[in-house]
């Protein structure tokens, strides 16, 4: 087999996402730390990359590479006595998209392991009709289902996703929780953590709501887990992306640095809404954020007063200035 150039990933893998029970007894998150850390113990860049999702009780598990090297790894998985009741949820052939050799994600409050079940169940359906589902899709409601369900137990689609990433140390989790408690919605709280050993993870929190006939997800993020590269794909088609620009101008400006990086290395710009009653940090960090973005004049910035935060996560206020332009 011949060697890959260095930094290029493989033009087609085999990319394969499975799912089983978890039989850990104790902390799962520490497993899942011992199992991060042995892999990128060893130093070298494996030619099979992974991510390892923890929710509901169950696992799953995310393969890319060649076809020998995948099903290797899935013969050896499949044995391990850590789980049981190994079954394949997705396969297919097509450009990669994992880019560590470990991701580990853990999902808390998605629901029990029925509803895991019900999502598993319904992917390998997918599978049966169509062959054009991507891996990432079926990843991202694994690691991120819907907490808005019908009658049925079926988990509904997200018509609206917004994120809030604070320049502060601590983003507005008490307005996450009072939002779900109006609607009476859990929140979610997820751990990311990448591959290199020891690293410390990031967290993430997010509450669906049902507002009149839609479902709208609200985000909540640290500035530190911006450069994340699972947390990215967890925000794969962001309608709106809230900045919280705190009291501190030395701060808001990293926050826009990071906000920059993180658009840039999306599908499509989400809009972007900047809280702040200050004009003239409004101006300065729509400046940045248009002379960092390779999106040109898609980038769309606005602006909104703390006040009237609660109020536009649930649609029921417009931004006071729209489309900040470069001066």
Not at 97 to 126: I, K, Y
Not at 142 to 171: K, Q
Not at 190 to 211: E, K, M
Not at 315 to 326: E, N
């Amino acid at each position: 087999m011949s060697k890959q150039a260095p930094g290029r990933a493989p033009a087609e893998v085999v990319r394969v996402i499975c799912a089983s029970i978890s039989l850990v007894q104790g902390s799962v998150m520490d497993e899942l730390f011992q199992m991060r850390n042995h892999v990128g113990g060893h130093g070298t860049n494996p030619v099979v990359k992974c991510a390892l999702l923890y929710t509901s009780g169950c696992f799953a598990f995310w393969f890319e590479g060649p076809g020998p090297a995948v099903q290797k790894l899935l013969k050896r998985a499949a044995t391990d006595p850590r789980h049981e009741r190994f079954v394949t949820i997705h396969r297919s052939k097509g450009a990669p998209t994992l880019t560590e050799a470990l991701s580990v994600v853990a999902t808390q409050g998605g629901g029990g392991p029925g509803s895991f079940g019900r999502r598993v169940r319904q992917f390998r359906e997918e599978m049966d009709r169509s062959d054009t589902v991507e891996p990432a899709l079926v990843w991202q409601s694994l690691m991120a289902p819907c907490a808005v369900a019908t009658d049925r137990g079926h988990a509904l689609r997200i018509d609206r996703h917004v994120a809030l990433v604070s320049a502060e140390d601590n983003g507005p989790i008490d307005l996450l929780r009072r939002v779900g408690e109006l609607h009476c919605s859990p929140v979610v709280y997820q751990r990311f953590a990448g591959s290199r050993i020891h690293s410390t993870d990031v967290g993430l929190a997010y509450v669906d709501v049902r507002v009149q006939q839609h479902v709208t997800r609200i985000h909540l993020l640290s500035r530190r887990a911006l450069p994340h590269r699972m947390v990215r794909l967890s925000l794969d088609g962001l309608d709106e992306l809230v900045m919280i620009m705190g009291s501190r101008p030395a701060a808001a400006i990293e926050l826009a640095s990071g906000v920059a990086d993180c658009v840039n290395a999306m599908a499509r710009p989400p809009a972007i809404c900047q809280v702040t009653d200050r004009e003239e940090v409004a101006a300065t960090v729509g400046r940045l954020l248009h002379r960092s973005s390779t999106w040109g004049c898609a980038m769309r910035v606005a602006q909104l007063v703390e006040a009237q935060l609660e109020h536009y996560l649930l649609g029921r206020a417009r931004p006071l200035v729209a489309g900040l332009q470069a001066a």
